[in-house]
């Protein structure tokens, strides 16, 4: 319900609709900043602007050499040996052995003197190798400018989020407004045909009317109450749905409708969204991470220089071991020759994704275009209606007067009545919506084109209240 604006709502109406005194009145800007704060979906959307980031930072690793810390434990079907009598063929030849067998048994030599261990059969290393790629084709530098790229895609994802949540806002908040608006047209119409029954029961038994017209005067009075009851219901659930929303179930909102003297420009609205709307932003982001797809798959055909080293923190005491080097450090090259992951075709699908985005930019500006203008129009409109049946109202106004005078003088029906009261609640009821559908329309003219922190300055700005 309302509080400040609908100060003629009767206190069985307040009771019914809150309750109890408890409802916490909340303006529509300290609604919106609450929503900021507790609604789920735009948590979730800037998680994941966080988890963009946080991949941005990573990229920022690949300029960084790799060092690993690795060791092995392997064994050999056998220890591996050099046999000094291998290495000469002549040692083989049969008379340099009977030369030699003399000799052998005078020093007390066997065959195994000749054999030398170079490493044992359970081998143990450790060491540090270091990988560092020095130019890789420019696809370090494309890798970065695609997660600086998905980080703007995150925040634009965000900002739509927000604008379809400060439409959604507006909607559910003013349709409360709206609703407990026609909750008061009800009310009034019940009462005043309530009056106008008993006016009609007075005047039975005087004789001066006939049963049917009181029968119709009674009639229209239930069907009255029936649509109040409705309209309470309709009220209920609107306000349900907003303390949803705010997860505040005694919300109750303290702003009311209201339409501005004029609307702001449209041409200046249209440039304006088209500067600074978010799907056109996060189209931009798309076409950056397409370029930088089409320098990464470019990047394939560069040859890639590296250097590498290594160094041994642990090895045994073999022979094989003494002998190789602690540590070494070198430079390499890799030149790609035949590739089977399809570079060309790659690079030709990357493309292809930079025309759709290219394509998609300029659809989406005639949408929006045509959306901005759209919406104006329709504000327009409201606010046109709403001005316009200002004379219609007091006609309704006037009608009902003259009806109920004309009753008692036996010169109008009852139905005359009715009808005179049905048409001032429609008309009521007309201009309400013709004021709830400038509201929505305004808020999102301002979502669409980034101006949701300037909806308060139309909202208390100058102003028309639409009070009943």
């Not at 560069?302 to 022979?319: H, I, K, Q, R, T």
């Not at 759709?356 to 045509?370: I, M, S, Y």
């Not at 007309?430 to 139309?458: D, E, P, W």
């Amino acid at each position: 319900m309302t509080s400040r604006f609908i100060k003629s709502l009767w206190p069985c109406l307040m009771g019914a609709v809150l309750g109890s005194a408890q409802a916490q009145t909340i303006s529509f800007g300290e609604a919106w900043t609450r929503v900021i704060q507790q609604d789920e979906g735009l948590a979730a959307e800037q998680a994941g602007v966080d988890r963009a980031k946080q991949l941005r930072e990573a990229a920022k690793d690949m300029y960084l050499p790799k060092v690993d810390l690795g060791a092995s434990y392997t064994r050999l079907d056998q220890a591996v040996e050099l046999d000094m009598m291998d290495l000469n063929p002549i040692a083989s030849h049969p008379e340099l052995g009977q030369v030699l067998a003399p000799l052998m048994q005078k020093f007390h030599l066997s065959p195994d003197d000749f054999v030398t261990p170079l490493t044992k059969q359970n081998v143990v290393t450790s060491s540090v190798k270091m990988l560092w790629p020095l130019f890789t084709g420019g696809r370090i530098d494309a890798a970065q400018d695609i997660r600086q790229a998905q980080v703007s895609e995150a925040q634009q994802l965000l900002v739509l989020k927000q604008q379809a949540t400060f439409e959604s806002l507006s909607q559910t908040y003013f349709g409360v407004v709206l609703a407990a608006q026609v909750v008061m047209t009800k009310q009034e119409i019940e009462d005043g045909l309530a009056h106008h029954l008993d006016h009609a029961k007075r005047l039975e038994a005087q004789g001066q009317i006939a049963k049917v017209e009181r029968l119709s005067a009674q009639s229209a009075y239930d069907r009255a109450r029936i649509d109040t009851q409705k309209s309470r219901r309709g009220l209920e659930i609107a306000e349900l749905a907003l303390g949803h929303m705010l997860k505040l179930p005694s919300a109750e909102p303290g702003s009311g409708l209201f339409v501005n003297k004029e609307l702001p420009g449209l041409d200046g609205l249209v440039s304006q969204t088209l500067e600074v709307h978010p799907g056109l932003k996060l189209l931009s982001a798309k076409q950056e991470q397409a370029k930088g797809m089409i320098r990464m798959e470019k990047g394939k055909y560069a040859p890639e220089v590296f250097m590498f080293g290594n160094y041994n923190l642990y090895e045994d005491d073999s022979l094989a071991s003494k002998t190789a080097p602690d540590w070494l450090v070198g430079v390499g090259v890799s030149m790609p020759l035949i590739s089977r992951d399809g570079r060309s075709e790659t690079v030709q699908a990357a493309k292809s994704a930079e025309l759709q985005v290219n394509l998609l930019q300029a659809k989406t500006r005639q949408d929006l275009e045509l959306l901005v203008e759209k919406t104006w129009r329709e504000a327009a409109q409201g606010l046109e209606e709403y001005q316009s049946l200002s004379s219609t109202q007091a006609l309704a106004e006037e009608n009902v007067l003259l009806r109920d005078k004309a009753f008692g003088q036996g010169l109008s029906t009852s139905l005359d009545v009715v009808d005179a009261r049905n048409q001032l609640a429609g008309v009521k009821t007309q201009r309400a919506a013709a004021a709830y559908q400038y509201v929505l329309s305004l808020a999102r003219l301002l979502a669409l084109s980034g101006q949701m922190n300037s909806f308060n300055q139309y909202q208390h700005g100058q102003v028309i209240e639409v009070n009943s």
